[in-house]
């Protein structure tokens, strides 16, 4: 079965700090995709990127970046110098192709609190 | 413009009550979904729908919880008797092969 762990329950930086938020998977599928959504205090889910299981290499847009290791089954997601809209619940999710289409499996995300 | 529209997007109703969210997606895609979120908690998956029937559901999704696509283009999700526990935020979602697009959400109060 499909598993996502988010360890990190809540973090607390201070602007401008670097975050990473973890995220370590489990899977017997050879395909599959990663997502990171966030969900800021308004409660709808934000898309923010999606790798597949081919391509491991790391990925750069503008602060955030993503650090993709299939020996380690884990997808990392790095805020750098962060801001107080950041502060939000972030949530890693995997695909489950497990009776068609496009199931996502979601970690119990991590509340990231960025304060001044 | 948005992937996927809900509507409402918060509703309150009594205990005992049905309610019916609604979804409409912005392209064809054929696989449809619901997933549900209590306060606090992670997002879970109810049930997909493909080619206009149940494809999956979870054990979450019993038998107060129905969905329809009925003239082809809204999606919905109907809870027939509410209770407290029904209190949730409903996410409809459409997928491809490999993006999942969310809608904004329908925050439900069962009080």
């Known amino acids: 079965a499909q598993k996502v762990t988010q360890a990190q329950t809540e973090i607390s930086v201070v602007e401008k700090e670097d975050v990473t938020l973890d995220c370590v998977y489990e899977?017997?599928?050879?395909?599959?995709?990663l997502f990171w959504y966030k969900q800021p205090p308004s409660g709808e889910l934000v898309f923010l990127i999606r790798?597949?299981?081919?391509?491991?290499q790391n990925e750069i847009s503008g602060r955030y970046s993503w650090n993709f290791q299939k020996s380690t089954s884990s997808f990392n997601f790095t805020i750098t110098a962060s801001q107080v809209v950041d502060s939000a619940v972030y949530f890693c999710?995997?695909?489950?192709?497990?009776?068609?289409?496009?199931?996502?499996?979601f970690g119990t995300g991590t509340q990231l609190k960025v304060e001044l | 413009e948005p992937e996927v529209t809900q509507t409402p997007s918060h509703q309150v109703t009594q205990m005992g009550q049905e309610v019916i969210l609604r979804c409409v997606p912005i392209s064809n895609h054929l696989y449809f979904y619901w997933y549900r979120q209590i306060l606090g908690q992670k997002v879970e998956f109810l049930v997909s729908f493909y080619n206009n029937e149940i494809s999956e559901k979870s054990e979450i999704f019993d038998d107060q919880f129905s969905v329809e696509r009925p003239d082809g283009s809204n999606f919905t999700l109907k809870i027939r008797s509410t209770k407290l526990e029904d209190s949730a935020m409903y996410f409809c979602?459409?997928?491809?092969?490999?993006?999942?697009?969310f809608g904004q959400g329908t925050r439900l109060t069962v009080v």
């Open positions: 899977t017997r599928d050879t395909t599959y995709y």
């Open positions: 979602a459409r997928s491809g092969n490999t993006e999942a697009f």
């Open positions: 999710a995997l695909s489950d192709f497990t009776g068609g289409g496009n199931k996502l499996t």
């Open positions: 790798r597949n299981s081919f391509d491991e």
